[in-house]
Every structure is written in C-alpha cells, then in structure tokens.
C-alpha cells in the first residue's frame, strides 16, 4: 500500500531534490569551464599583425540646402511615394526625418 506523507516527509523530499539538481548544475558548469580552458589551451593564438591604415584628409563638403526636390529616373511619382512609404515604415523612421535624392529604376537583366 502507499502511505501518505506528513507535510514535513513532503518538503525533506523537495530539499532533497532540488539539492540534488543544484548539486549536478553546478557539476555541469564545472565541467563546462573545464573544457572551455581545455579547448582554449589547445587552439592556437593567432597573432595579428597591426593594419596600417592610411589617413587621407578628409574633404569639406559645403552645406548644400536640400530642397525637397526628387530626382525621378524612369520612374512615376506614386510609385516613388510608394518606395518612400515602404522605407519610412521598414525603417520605423518618420517620413519628414528622411532625405530621398534620387529614385531611379533598375533594369533587370
């Protein structure tokens, strides 16, 4: 037959298991570094030689008013606010915060 337990009998059962589990995670986590250093020890360092970058001034571009004009190549105006639209709401950047220059269509070759 099975016997009932007493609330005390229930919660020395639960301290038990989860010592138990916390016991094997903290095995588990000591096994993992283990073998991290291990595999770390064993690879070898590769040593990077320094990139020379070479600096070039930087050229001063005047401030060009933008006017709000669009260049359209090929291209009809709703299908251009259309572009614009889909940007603006792929970006999640408000339509007035962005800048259009130029939309032209590509040929598919």
């Known amino acids: 037959m099975i016997e009932s337990l007493t609330v005390t009998q229930g919660l020395k ?3 038990y298991g989860f010592t138990t589990v916390f016991i094997m995670l903290a095995i588990l986590m000591l096994i993992i570094n283990v073998l991290s250093k291990l595999v770390e020890m064993m690879t070898p360092k590769k040593v990077e030689e ?3 970058v070479e600096e070039k001034p930087v050229e001063k ?3 060009i008013e933008y006017t709000g004009e669009i260049q ?3 291209v009809d105006e709703k ?3 259309c ?3 889909i940007i ?5 950047i ?3 915060n962005l800048i259009f220059k130029k939309i032209r269509l590509l040929e598919d070759n």
């Open 72 to 74: 359209l190549i090929d």
């Open 50 to 52: 320094p990139v020379k």
């Open 61 to 63: 571009k005047t401030n």
């Open 83 to 85: 572009i614009m639209a």
């Open 13 to 15: 059962i639960a301290l």
């Open 94 to 96: 408000p339509l007035e």
């Open 88 to 92: 603006s709401d792929e970006t999640q």
């Open 79 to 81: 299908t251009a606010a």
